[in-house]
C-alpha cells in the first residue's frame, strides 16, 4: 500500500508539521529510511539518528518534533501510533475467501462463505468457523471446534475437538491447542491417565505464537482471557486461566491450574508453578522460577549472574555452603559480643 | 457414556455407600456436581466442599466415607479409582477404521484393517501399522516405521523413518520422533554433521505430548522404556535412555547419552547434561539444572528464591563476591582464634 | 552402502593400517562392532575397549595406532573423519524429483525439476525452489519464499511468506520460520501488534532442529549466517541476528534483536535477553541466564547447583539474606579492627 503523509495523519488523528504530500510505501529505521519510508523516535538513544534522517516521516514525541530534518507526526505513543501507521501500510493480507479443493471438510461443519480454508486443512464434524475467518494450509481443526469471527489458523497448526476461540485471534504454525493436560495417578508405580474432559476457551484478540502448546483441562476448561498475547515455544498446562491483556514472552511455561492476573508481563523461560496465584498487573522478569503465589502487584525476579566460568565455578561451589556460612557469621557475631567488655 | 452408580461399583470393584440407581453422566469438582456428575475427594483442604457437594457420586478415602451428603464410592486410592471411573464415562473416541481417501499411502506399508488413516496422513515405504491405530490428519510416519497396536497418533505429528513405536502409545501433535540428533565434528571451525543411524525405540503405554522431540541415535538407538509419560515441549536428544514408568513434566531438556532411570519424577524445566546417570526412584524438581549424576534415590532441586525485583538485585550482586566473602568468613575467624588467650 | 577399507582409506586420504579389502557396511562403538563395522576412538576413557575390539576398521589418533587388534585409520581428527566416513557409507537419501500429485504449487511458483516436493507440501505464489531441493510431505512455503540448491524441509515445517533459505540447509520437521515476532505497542493496558514486515534471511549449510522457531524481523531482517547449526526448540525471536559457525544447543531462547557472534558455542537451555551482543568465539554453559552482553570470548556460565532437597533449602532461604550477610560481615571486620590494639 501506498499512502501520503497527510492521509496518514487523518487517519490516526494526529497533527503533521511538513509536507502532506510526501507518499510512504515502506517503513524504515531512522538510519536507514528513504524520502519514501515511515519511521518513528522511541528512546532518546537515537536522536542522533533523528537528526539526520532521511525518512519521508517521522512519528516521535512533541519535546523532539523540532529535531527532524523532514515531516513529522506529533504523538503522545509513538510506538502506537507507528503500530497503527504501519498496519495502514501493511495491511493484513486477506486470501480468498472459500474452500480450496485440497481441503477436507466435514459435512456437519459450517463454515461461513467468507471464510478462507487453505489446501490440506482438515475441518471436523460440527465445527463452526465464522467470517473471515482464515485457515491455513495443513492445519486440523477437530470436531466441536468454534472459531470466531476474523481469527487466522496458520499453516500445521492443530486445535483439538471442542477448543472454543474468540474473533480476531491469531495462531501461528504449529500450534498445539486442547491436546491432553498431563494428569496420571499413580497404580504402584503405573502411570494410569486422567481423561481430560475440559475444554480450552480463548477470548477475543489473543495472540499465540508458534510451536507453542496450551492443553485442555482436566475438568474444567483452561482459558485465556481476551487480549492475551503468548509468544513461541510456551507451555500452558491444564485448567490454568490467564487474565485479560497480560502478554507471556518465549519458552515460558505454566504449570497446572496456576492462575496468572490481568494486565501481567511476564518475560521470557519463566516457569511458574502449578496452583499458584499471580496478582493481576504483576511483572516476572525472564527465566525466573516462580514457586510462590504473588499476591502484591510489582516485579518479581530469581536468578544469579552470569560470570566468566572460573570466577563463576569458585561462587558456585559456595552456594552448597551457604547456610554454613550463615551460621558462622553468627557465631563470630556471639564471641566477639561475648568479649565485649 | 452414563453409568449407575451401582454399575460403577461393580466395574471398579469398590463398595458403595448410598443409592446405586442414581445415573452418572460427566465429572465435576465438589462444588460444582450436580446429581448426574461422579466426583472424587484428594486432599482434606477439600472437605468444606465434600460437606456441601450435590455430586451424584463422590469417590473418596475411607476416612471420610461418613461425611459427604450423597452416595459415596470407598476407594484405597481414590485418584486412580477416579481415572478408571472417567475413562468409563468418556471412552476415548475411536474413528472409524479405514484408510481416507485423502490419506497418501505407500503400497509397500502394512496396514492392518482395523486402523484408521486420517486425511492428509502419509505412510512410508514398508511401515507396519497394527490393528486399531488411529493416525491422524495429516500425520507423517515415515519409511520403515512401525506402530504398535492400539497407539495413536495425533495431528501433524511427524514419525521419521525407522522408528519403533509399541502398543497402547499416544502422541500428540506436532511431536516430532526421529529427526537428527544434535551431532557435529569441528573442521577449523566448521561443523560437519555426523550421520545419525541409529534410531528411536518406544515401548508400550507411552505418552508423548504435543511439540516434544525425541532424536534419533547417533549410531545405537534412543530408548523411551514402557509406561514413559512425556508432557509437552520436551527435548529428548540422541541416545537418551529413559527407564521404564518415568513422568517427565513439560519444558524439561535431556541431553545427549543421558540415562534416566526407571520410576523417576522429574518436574517441569529441568535441563540434564549429556552423558549423565540418574538413578531409579529419582525425583527432581521444576527448573533444576542437573549437571552431575545420581546415584542414590531422592529428591534433588537447584536454584534461588524469587523475591521483589529490587530486593532480588541486592542478593543477585552479592552472589559474585560468595567466594570471597567465604574467604573474609574463614579471615575473621582466625583472627579470633589468634587473639583467644 | 558397502565399501572397503582400502576405499574409504583413499577416499578420506588417510593412511591405512591393515586389511584394505574388508568390507564395511555399518558403523558401531567399539564394543559393538562386528568385523563389518566401522568405528572411532575419541578419548581415552574408551582405549580398554579398542583393545577388545572386533571392527573391520577404527579412525583413531596416531599415538593409539598399534593397539587396536584389527585395521585402523590414522587421522588427525578422528571424529571428523568418522563424519566423513559415516556419510559415505550413509549417503543423504535423496528421493524421486518431482513433485508429488498430492503437493499443491502454486501456478507462479518455480519448481527446479531435480526438486522434489511431497505429498500434501503445500508451496506458495512465486515461490522458487532450487535444483536438488526436498520439501517432504505437509510442509509449507509460504509465498515468495526462496530455498536455495539441495536444501531440505522436513514434513511439517512451516515457512512463512519471504523467507530466504540458502544452500545445502536442513530443517526439520515442525520448525517454524518466519511467523511473527513479538513486538506490541501497549495501548491503556491493550496490546496492539507492530506489523512484522521485516523476513528471515538463512544462510548456506544452516540446520534448523525439530520444532525450532524464527521469527520474522519487526522492521529489519532476521539473520542467520553461513553454518549455523540449531539444535530442537530453539526460539529465535525477531531481528536477532547469529553469525556465522555458531552452534546452538536445544531449548535455547534468545530474544528480540539479541546479535550472535561468530562461531560461538551455546549451551543447552541457555537464555539471551534481548538487544545484546555476544562477542565471535564465545561459548555459554547450559542453562546460563545471559542478562549482559558479552564483550570478551570466554566460556561464560550462571546457576546454582543441584542438591538434596533439604539441604538445598536450607541454602535456597539463605540466599534472600546474602546481601544482609555480606554487611555483616563487614561488620565484624570493623570491630575487630576498632579492638586491634
Given at each position: 500500500?501506498?499512502?501520503?503523509?497527510?492521509d496518514l495523519a487523518k487517519a490516526l488523528g494526529l497533527p503533521l508539521q511538513g509536507d502532506p504530500g510526501v507518499v510512504l510505501d515502506r517503513v524504515a529505521p531512522l538510519d536507514k529510511a528513504g524520502p519514501s519510508a515511515l519511521s518513528f523516535l522511541v528512546g532518546k538513544q537515537y536522536l542522533?539518528?533523528?537528526?539526520?534522517?532521511?525518512?519521508?516521516?517521522?512519528?516521535?514525541?512533541?519535546?523532539?518534533?523540532?529535531?527532524?530534518?523532514g515531516a513529522v507526526l506529533v504523538s503522545p505513543n509513538p510506538y502506537l501510533d507507528y503500530a497503527r501507521a504501519a498496519r495502514l501500510l501493511f495491511p493484513v493480507e486477506a486470501p480468498e475467501p472459500g474452500i480450496h479443493p485440497g481441503a477436507v471438510v466435514a459435512e456437519s461443519a459450517k463454515i461461513s462463505p467468507t471464510a478462507s480454508i487453505g489446501p490440506g486443512a482438515v475441518i471436523g464434524e460440527?465445527?463452526?468457523?465464522?467470517?473471515?475467518?482464515?485457515?491455513?494450509?495443513?492445519?486440523?481443526?477437530?470436531?466441536?471446534?468454534?472459531?470466531?469471527?476474523?481469527?487466522?489458523?496458520?499453516?500445521?497448526?492443530?486445535i483439538y475437538r471442542g477448543v472454543q476461540i474468540g474473533k480476531r485471534c491469531h495462531i501461528a504454525s504449529c500450534a498445539v491447542i486442547g491436546g491432553d493436560g498431563f494428569g496420571y495417578a499413580n497404580d504402584q508405580g503405573r502411570w494410569v491417565g486422567i481423561p481430560q474432559v475440559g475444554s480450552v476457551r480463548i477470548g477475543d484478540d489473543v495472540d499465540i505464537g508458534a510451536n507453542t502448546t496450551i492443553d485442555r483441562g482436566a475438568i474444567e476448561d483452561t482459558v485465556i482471557g481476551d487480549g492475551v498475547k503468548l509468544d513461541n515455544l510456551i507451555q500452558i498446562a491444564h485448567n490454568v486461566v490467564i487474565g485479560e491483556h497480560t502478554a507471556i514472552a518465549g519458552c515460558t511455561g505454566i504449570a497446572g491450574s496456576a492462575t496468572i492476573g490481568k494486565y501481567c508481563t511476564i518475560g521470557g523461560a519463566v516457569n511458574i508453578v502449578g496452583h499458584l496465584r499471580?496478582?493481576?498487573?504483576?511483572?516476572?522478569?525472564?527465566?525466573?522460577?516462580?514457586?510462590?503465589?504473588?499476591?502484591?502487584?510489582?516485579?518479581y525476579s530469581s536468578g544469579v549472574p552470569m560470570q566468566a566460568n572460573r570466577q563463576w565455578r569458585r561462587n558456585y561451589a559456595r552456594f552448597k555452603q551457604l547456610d554454613e556460612l550463615a551460621k558462622r557469621i553468627r557465631q563470630l557475631e556471639k564471641q566477639l559480643e561475648e568479649r565485649t567488655p
Open positions: 500500500m501506498a499512502i501520503s503523509n497527510g542522533p539518528l533523528l537528526k539526520a534522517t532521511r525518512a519521508g516521516l517521522v512519528i516521535l514525541p512533541e519535546a523532539h518534533a523540532g529535531e527532524a530534518p460440527r465445527a463452526r468457523i465464522a467470517e473471515a475467518v482464515v485457515v491455513g494450509a495443513g492445519a486440523f481443526i477437530g470436531d466441536d471446534v468454534v472459531i470466531g469471527e476474523a481469527s487466522r489458523i496458520d499453516a500445521n497448526a492443530a499471580i496478582a493481576d498487573h504483576t511483572t516476572i522478569t525472564g527465566q525466573t522460577f516462580v514457586a510462590n503465589s504473588i499476591d502484591e502487584p510489582g516485579v
